[in-house]
């Protein structure tokens, strides 16, 4: 059966399955915790059926496959002894044959290529090769002792060592695989093969293919079975083995065994990383994790994975003694029980013993040879390992799987290398493999704890980093970056890099002391360095606080948080995340769309509207376009706020979005950060130039309109566009500034207030009064909008996590609650929580603070905030 992998960043990461295939479903269910409970009875007649499956030709590798499997001492009576001898001569004279024949069929096919005209013309450079290895072969042939003559063309004038069977010790021979000749060509590749510095793995494979313990139970069964069953069919036998009232109790027995203790460490494990997680002390992590390493080590050796970094993993071959001894010791078994073992491994009834123990001991390597995936086309050089995995197993065994894959023998290995390696298998698994490879068989970086505790802060204070996971730098830049930015001078660093979502964690201490800004001082002289090595296109850098609270230990010692430089690798698009071109037209043509309409009902809307009874549509749309320009003149001046900042900073920003608002027909703007500003002094006066550049151009235009308002008659003034007094009343700010020049009744304050009430204002003044509502929602403290960012320079992205929360609970209750009549801040606090909810992307010096004058303008606009979108009393 073909076996579960995943290829990943870091190489191939194969799996091969140490239980049975179909009550791996049982394990697979809780590896991946599946809601429902196997009840004990459903699991053993999961786990009964799918042990005697192997009745029927269904191979169930490994360890939980071997039910039946331990080594026993066998007997030693005399005729045994004559009878074992008589196998090994048998066994000797089969190997021999075999390595003659592929012998015969490797100097044909040499013979066939050297008398291909078209072939040497193409190929003259190989001629010399192949002769050299035709004359090896044929002296090899020779020296096999056989009597068979070779080909006519063959040469036996000389004498070479006899060649050795491929299930001895591993020798230093270089093997020529010869394809087959199509269309007067063929190809070759050499693959050689010697001793691999991997240690041997040596299986442990029960001498009678069963476990001990489990004879003891199925041989008196099996006896009785044949004793009484005579005139029955094999598979009747089986049958009735299965249903043996003996086993019933064993079996269940044996699922307790299996399933439980696993799947009580899996949940313990779970358990511990919880706890793990959860701990703020550093003491506790550390026992913690000592306790999921020992239970981690259990699972991996006694569970049903087993994992191999590669495709060879180099099995200790079976000698000729030891194959001898275990093919008497399975003959010496119940026929019932050989049946059974025969098939287990793969093999007919009347299959060859010798064989099904060769496929049993290189079970693994078997399985990981069937379980290749190549992208692409198959190359020399992806094709090299499975040779070489291929050439480790004896040629029985390599038959064998050729001819599972089609093929009528191993004698090509390139074409069984593209059978194992493009064929379809096992198309069934499929929906299990994305399972074990999405719970089990993942990249083992996102199985390691300390990642995983890394990782949650980064994807939560740094999302857009987080998302960088796609263009991770290889190790091998870290390493460069380390030797050619960093040094001790400017950074020192104290431990190896480590890995979080997104890039590398570098920790360590900020050398540069005594100046003013040093954290500044540091980012320059690493990105001087940067720009003139090889990495400037490959690698950006941050340095910046960890964002993992401080442990218990720590805030006792009064510590701050260490200082880390975040490296990653360098796409902006990718960290932005930025809306394509398209949507932005589309939000911007419906943001325009709602302010023009806002403008029209202003008109449209006025309590005296009887003076345009009868005006065209022409002269309505007239009316309105001052109110639309005189809130486009606001919104123009917060952009252009914000691209002088962006300019002085050395930062990119992308073309603004326009945000429509039912409630005062413009919600703001979006404008995009396309590059990491250098400081958060920069992205605080990036955040705040712009609702400062919007404040005053506010001011300015309800100042003049009002002023225009209050001069005009009442003729005049009928003529003006009109807002509901409900909104003006909404800001204690506008509404007070309407009250000092229009007089201290115009809101109707302390009257009842009839809910169709207008104010009629100059266009100026309408402008003015949305644009304060507007520039001061944008001051909020929430994900990415400029409140956000001035709340990520003030209080670190920790303490805006705390501010944004507290601001949309509060927002959201004054709208519930009914506060907010024109629910114009619910509206832009659930818009926020929707599509702004991220902070925005780091700066790259976040640990320099602000200054003290930035802080005082920090904190006067929160009370301009205040004033602006508290209600009038």
């Given at each position: ?31 991946v ?29 490994g360890?939980?496959?071997?039910i ?13 002894v004559?009878s ?10 089969e ?66 060592p ?18 087959s ?14 001793d691999?510095?991997r ?10 293919g ?14 009785k ?30 699922i ?42 259990t ?66 390597q ?5 379980q290749?995936?190549i ?13 070489q ?6 040629v029985?065994?390599r ?20 059978s194992l ?61 380390l030797?050619?930015?960093l ?12 890995r979080?979502v ?15 800004d ?57 960290m ?10 589309g ?31 022409a002269d309505m ?19 252009v ?11 990119t920003?992308?073309?603004?979005t326009?945000l ?7 919600g703001?703007a979006?404008?995009p950060?396309?590059s ?40 005049s003034s009928q ?15 506008g ?10 009744g115009?809101?109707m ?24 509502v ?8 929430l ?30 209750s004054i ?10 801040l ?14 925005e ?33």
């Amino acid at each position: 059966m073909p076996l579960l992998s995943v290829n990943n960043k870091g190489g191939l990461r194969a799996c091969y399955i140490t239980c049975p295939m179909k009550y791996f479903n049982i394990f697979l269910a809780a590896l991946v915790w599946q809601s429902e409970a196997f009840s004990t009875l459903s699991r053993y007649h999961a786990f009964r059926q799918s042990f005697f499956d192997c009745s029927v030709g269904k191979r169930s590798p490994g360890r939980l496959g071997r039910i039946c499997s331990s080594p026993v001492e066998v007997e030693t009576a005399e005729d045994q002894v004559a009878s074992f001898r008589r196998e090994a001569d048998r066994m000797r004279k089969e190997a021999e044959t075999l390595e003659r024949e592929l012998l015969l069929r490797k100097i044909e096919a040499i013979q066939q290529k050297l008398s291909n005209q078209a072939w040497m013309q193409k190929n003259a450079d190989k001629q010399e090769d192949l002769e050299r290895e035709l004359t090896f072969l044929q002296k090899g042939l020779e020296s096999s002792g056989s009597s068979a003559s070779a080909p006519a063309s063959t040469s036996t004038s000389a004498v070479q060592p006899k060649f050795t069977p491929q299930f001895a010790e591993t020798q230093v021979v270089e093997e020529k695989d010869l394809a087959s000749t199509k269309g007067g060509e063929s190809s070759s590749s050499t693959i050689q093969r010697v001793d691999s510095t991997r240690p041997q793995v040596t299986p442990e494979t029960p001498p009678r293919g069963f476990d001990e313990e489990d004879l003891e139970v199925y041989i008196p069964v099996a006896e009785k079975i044949q004793a009484g069953m005579t005139n029955a069919t094999t598979a009747e036998k089986l049958a009735a083995f299965r249903e043996a009232p003996e086993l019933q109790d064993y079996f269940q027995q044996k699922i307790q065994k299996m399933l439980v203790k696993p799947m009580e460490d899996m949940r313990r494990l779970e358990e511990l990383k919880g706890e793990y997680l959860q701990s703020v002390s550093k003491v506790e992590k550390m026992n913690i994790k000592r306790e999921m390493e020992a239970i981690e080590k259990t699972i991996e050796a006694d569970g049903p994975f087993s994992y191999s970094d590669s495709i060879f993993i180099n099995i200790a071959p079976i000698s000729e003694q030891e194959l001898t001894k275990r093919v008497a010791a399975i003959d010496a078994l119940p026929a019932l029980l050989k049946v059974l073992y025969k098939q287990r491994v793969g093999l007919a009834e009347d299959g060859d013993i010798s064989l099904g123990i060769q496929l049993d001991h290189y079970e693994q390597q078997v399985q990981l040879l069937e379980q290749i995936r190549i992208e692409g086309a198959v190359t020399d050089e992806n094709k090299e390992e499975p040779m070489q995995a291929l050439l480790s197993l004896p040629v029985p065994v390599r038959d064998h799987l050729a001819q599972k894959y089609g093929l009528e023998d191993s004698s090509d290995l390139n074409r069984l290398v593209e059978s194992l390696t493009t064929m379809d298998k096992d198309v069934e698994w499929s929906a299990i493999q994305k399972l074990v490879i999405a719970s089990s068989a993942s990249n083992e970086d996102y199985d390691d704890i300390d990642f995983i505790d890394r990782s949650r802060y980064v994807e939560e204070f740094y999302p857009s980093l987080a998302r960088l996971e796609e263009v991770l730098p290889p190790l091998e830049d870290v390493e460069l970056f380390l030797g050619e930015v960093l040094d001790s001078r400017s950074f020192m660093v104290r431990s190896r890099p480590e890995r979080v979502v997104g890039g590398y964690y570098i920790r360590g201490y900020n050398s540069i002391s005594g100046e003013e800004d040093p954290g500044t001082r540091l980012v320059e002289r690493l990105s001087a360095k940067l720009a003139s090595s090889e990495l400037r296109d490959r690698i950006q850098f941050f340095f910046i606080n960890d964002p993992e609270p401080l442990s218990d230990e720590d805030f006792e010692m009064e510590n701050g948080p260490d200082q880390i430089i975040f490296l990653t690798g360098k796409d902006d698009d990718l960290m932005t995340n930025n809306a394509d071109g398209l949507t932005k037209a589309g939000v911007n043509i419906l943001g325009l769309s709602v302010m023009f309409l806002f403008s029209y009902l202003t008109v449209e809307l006025r309590p005296y509207n009887q003076v345009f009874e009868n005006a065209s549509p022409a002269d309505m749309i007239g009316a309105a376009l001052p109110v639309f320009f005189s809130l486009l003149t606001v919104q123009v001046a917060h952009e252009v706020g914000h691209k002088i900042a962006a300019m002085q900073g050395n930062m990119t920003t992308g073309f603004p979005t326009i945000l429509p608002s039912v409630a005062t027909g413009l919600g703001g703007a979006i404008t995009p950060l396309r590059s990491p500003p250098p400081s958060v002094k920069a992205l605080f006066d990036f955040a705040a130039s712009g609702p400062l550049a919007g404040f005053l151009a506010s001011l300015t235009l309800l100042i003049f309109g009002l002023a225009e308002t209050s001069t005009l008659d009442i003729s005049s003034s009928q003529t003006l566009p009109a807002l509901p007094i409900s909104l003006l009343k909404s800001s204690a700010l506008g509404g007070e500034m309407i009250e000092i020049f229009l007089g201290s009744g115009a809101l109707m304050s302390g009257a009842a207030l009839p809910p169709d009430a207008m104010l009629s204002l100059h266009p100026a003044a309408v402008g003015g009064f949305i644009g304060l509502v507007t520039n001061a929602l944008a001051l909020l403290p929430l994900g990415n909008t400029d409140g956000g960012r001035i709340a990520v320079s003030m209080f670190g992205r920790r303490g805006t996590y705390v501010v944004s929360t507290a601001t949309s609970v509060l927002l959201c209750s004054i709208g519930l609650f009914g506060f907010d009549q024109m629910n114009a801040l619910l509206t832009y606090t659930l818009f926020s929580i929707l599509w702004q909810r991220e902070l925005e992307i780091p700066a790259i010096n976040e640990v320099d603070q602000l200054d003290f004058v930035r802080g005082l303008v920090g904190i006067g606009m929160t009370f301009l905030v205040l004033l602006t979108l508290l209600p009038m009393l």
